[in-house]
Every structure is written in C-alpha cells, then in structure tokens.
C-alpha cells in the first residue's frame, strides 16, 4: 500500500517564501508530483520529479529526495493568488499512471 | 485547444437513482482517469484506460459503479442505486502515455445525493 503526508494547513505572508512538505511511503516509487488546487476548481499541473535534486520552475521549485521519502514545494515571493491547496501525489512501479494524492495542504497567504 | 471537459457540473439526486458522468478528454490523450474528492480528503483513485488496454478498475469501491471509455475517447461513468456517501466531487483527468507526463484534470462534477 501507499501513505502519503503532508501538513493540513499553513499560513504565510506576501512577498514571503514557503516550503510544503510531503512524505509517502510506497512499495516502488515511480515519479512524485505537485498540483495547485483553488476552492471548487480543477487541480493544475505544478511539478514533476523522479530523480533526487531540486526542480526549479519560476517562482515554484519542488525537491525529492527518495532514500528519504521526502518532497517538498517551495513557492517563493507569495502572492494572494497562491492561497489555494497544494496536492503531493506519487506514481508507484506496477500501478500504470494512476496517481495517490494526499489531503492536501491548505496555504493560507495574508497581508 | 479546449482542455478537459465534463458534465454535468452539478448533480443532485435522490438516493437510489442511477446517475452518469461524462468525460471528454483532450484531444490526443490516450489516457483517462477517475477521481473522486471528498471534503476534506485527498483525490481518492477509481479507474484508469490506458488505450485498447483492459482498464484498470482496482479503485472502484463497489460493483455500483462502472465506467465505459467509448471509441478511445469519451468516458462515462455510472454509478447504479446512489447512496448518500456517494456524494463526493468526482473529477476526470486525461495524459498523454509518457511516464513524465502530467495529468491534466476537468472541473468535476459536483455530485450531491439526497
């Protein structure tokens, strides 16, 4: 089976940076992806790693490190458009391309 | 080019009804996928058609629900005599096959069972 964890909810001020972290447990990792998610709309396509290191994708970047089970998003220079949910979800060998979501992590972004 | 799209995007229904969702996918995507989301739960998995491949249905919690995938492209799924725990946002997603490709998800269809 698959566990996947991430915090409830942040909250962070504009023009400040955030990092949402992510660990999953999974019995064969396959590619670890980030989605964007606004209140009553579809989740959008942020990131993509299945190799170790950092991915840097403007003012989003996300980082895997597999020996560790771990991932996270960083959204740097926050705006109030970021307040949304942040989707991890993992891909596992066997499983095609279906995806395990976690719950979510409610990002919060005040003045 | 249009992106992924489904209908209805609200439903609300008595328990015991037969309910169907449509999918339509964008152009080209080989691949289709079933979610639905409970509040205040993750995208829970339901069924994924890779292709002519046989779908993959191990997400599916119950023989209420079935889905077709017509002619590679649209999809519909049905759920048969609703219950009320079926209310949920069921939300489809299409890809390309490509391992590194993303998938790329409808506006739902918000489902509420009375």
């Known amino acids: 089976g698959q566990n996947i964890d991430q915090p409830t909810e942040m909250t962070a001020t504009e023009g400040a940076i955030v990092q949402i972290n992510c660990t999953y447990q999974t019995s064969g990792f396959n590619g670890l992806f980030w989605y964007q998610q606004h209140a009553g709309e579809a989740p959008t396509f942020l990131s993509y790693?299945?190799?170790?290191g950092l991915e840097e994708k403007g003012r989003f970047s996300s980082f895997l490190s597999r020996s560790k089970g771990y991932s996270y998003l960083l959204l740097k220079e926050l705006q109030m458009k970021d307040s949304a949910s942040y989707l991890c979800a993992v891909r596992s060998t066997g499983g095609g391309n279906k995806l395990t979501f976690g719950t979510g992590t409610q990002l919060k972004v005040e003045l | 080019g249009a992106g992924v799209s489904q209908s209805p995007s609200n439903k609300v229904t008595e328990k015991g009804k037969d309910v169907e969702l449509r999918c339509d996918p964008i152009s080209g995507h080989t691949a289709l996928y079933w979610y639905r989301q409970s509040l205040g739960q993750g995208l829970e998995f339901l069924i994924y058609?890779?292709?002519?491949?046989?779908?993959?249905k191990s997400g599916l919690p119950s023989d209420r629900f079935s889905a077709e995938r017509t002619g590679g492209s649209v999809s519909t799924l049905t759920i048969q005599r609703t219950q009320q725990e079926d209310s949920a946002v069921y939300l489809c997603?299409?890809?390309?096959?490509?391992?590194?490709?993303?998938?790329?998800f409808g506006d739902g269809t918000r489902l509420s069972i009375l």
């Open positions: 790693n299945v190799l170790d």
């Open positions: 058609f890779q292709g002519n491949s046989a779908p993959d």
């Open positions: 997603a299409s890809s390309l096959a490509r391992r590194n490709q993303p998938q790329h």
